[in-house]
Each structure stands twice: as C-alpha cells, then as structure tokens.
C-alpha cells in the first residue's frame, strides 16, 4: 500500500500558475497509475489528470494543450501536477490517488489517497 503526501497547495491570483507535488512512501509509484483530482465545496469529485506507470499522461479536464501537465520521477517516488492559467473555478482541495495498471477516472477504482492539499484561485 503507498503512502501519499501531497504538497504546493495556496493561494493564487487568477491567471497564475502553480505546482503540486505528490510523494510516495512504501512500495513505490514505479507500477502504479497516479490521478490528481479535486473536488470544491458542494460539487462532485473530478479526476484532473493521471500518469500511467510507462509514462503517457490523460488529461481529463482540458483533454489536451498545456494548461494542466503531469509528470513523474520514478527514482523520486514523485508526481507532479503543473497547472497554468489558472481560474476561480480550479479552486479546490487536489488529492492524489494511486492503482495498480491504467488510469481511471473513477475515484472508486483507486485504493491509496493522500490527504489532499488546498488550492484557492482568487483576487
């Protein structure tokens, strides 16, 4: 079972970038499939983007461009999420989640979860 921290979390102004970060302890991410999702207050929880363990990625919010990339580093037990241009509505609170094999977007489909780290886009 991996354990996961994410870290980067804040505030920031609409238009702004910001980048967060999510760390395993355990077994390693180097087989698992890792998702971002968030969910804000009084709405649903949606899977931002995941990473495969070969490295391909899913972006499930724009379904391309170069607003939201995610990254990892095997040797760091690291995920990465870039987000750029942010807007009021990426507010949330950003948690990773880890399985074994593909992605899902499916919060269900996942067994190991951070905490989550709070992001607040405002002026």
């Known amino acids: 079972q991996l354990r996961l921290v994410e870290s980067g979390g804040g505030l920031v102004q609409p238009g702004g970038s910001l980048t967060l970060s999510c760390v395993a302890s355990g077994p390693g991410i180097r087989d698992y499939a890792i998702t971002w999702f968030r969910q804000a207050p009084g709405k649903e929880r949606e899977g931002v983007a995941c990473?495969?363990?070969?490295?391909?990625?899913?972006d499930y919010l724009e379904r391309g461009g170069d607003r939201i990339i995610i990254s990892r580093d095997n040797a760091k037990d690291t995920v990465t999420l870039q987000m750029h241009r942010l807007k009021p509505e990426d507010s949330g609170k950003y948690y990773c989640a880890a399985r074994p094999g593909y992605c899902s977007g499916s919060g269900p489909q996942y067994d190991d979860w951070g905490q989550g780290t709070q992001v607040t886009v405002s002026s």
């Open positions: 990473i495969r363990a070969r490295g391909d990625s899913t």
